[in-house]
């Protein structure tokens, strides 16, 4: 019999009772599948440390269940580091506000699926057949019943996300690496950190507020900015490049603000110290390249 361990923080029971019922229902109880907080896995009196153990020991597959809130857990990454070490393997599942391609180490190493996307779930069923060696007359499948899927909110605590840019330098795009090191060309350098305790999803690029009203400067170029479709995970920060080479001060001297923002709209605004300070040290750095005379 196939044995499935399923690790997931208390927050995330609902999530792991909904998949443990599913799995059962579609093989027709022809897999074993432990969940340590659906009262049945361990009873009033066991020891549950042990049973815990004795779980990840006989597990042929950990499914790990990763939530914006879960990966901060140090018995998730306990229970799925156990499972590894033993030869279990073990499968990430992303739910809620946590996106595959956000996975941090060591979870991301794994082949992680999506639990709302439905090619995903084919992809798990599938991995269930295979590894259990089940006949088609043994699978029964049945819909996946879970708990809706938790969004940002406008309501919600702002995150505490920060933003900075500084003045810096950057290779020549070419192939040739020595020309690349020797004409390093212009850039503004963004950055954005996430310093709460929840994932932000980036999405966009960097926008400009002109001043005087002048309207808003979207930098989402691919040759100049690249778009950022993203989880920001607390802790996480990312850098984004823009080039300057084709950029006089006149063009600077307009700009009011610079901000990033997340899929609902808010704005994280860089510090206006900073933009000051990066565009006056362009702004030196484009007079000394001027022809005397």
Sequence with gaps: MLKIFISHASADTDIAVALQSWIRATFLGGVNVFVSSDGQSISPGDDWRGKIEEALREADMALVICTESSLSRPWLGFEAGAAWMRGAKVVPLCYHGLRVESLPLPFSSRQALDLGRPED??????????????????????????????????????????????????????????????????????????????????????????????????????????????????????QVFFRLDEITPEQLAAWDSAFFRDQIGRQFTVRYDDLIKAIDEFVEWWKHQQPSG
């Design 121 to 238: 779930m084919n992809a798990l069923l599938a991995l269930f057949i295979r590894e259990g060696g089940f006949g088609a007359s043994l699978v029964k499948r049945k819909p996946l019943s879970l708990p809706p899927r938790r969004a940002l909110s406008r309501s919600s605590q702002p995150p505490d996300v920060r933003a900075t840019v500084e003045f810096g330098r950057l290779g020549a795009r070419t192939r040739d690496l020595a020309r690349a090191f020797k004409e390093p060309r212009p850039a503004f350098i963004f950055q954005v950190e996430n310093h709460g305790t929840v994932p932000v999803y980036l999405e966009g690029g960097i926008d400009i507020l002109l001043k005087d009203g002048k309207g808003k400067l979207m930098l989402r170029d691919f040759d100049r900015v690249p778009l950022l479709r993203r989880d920001l995970l607390p802790g996480q920060s990312e």
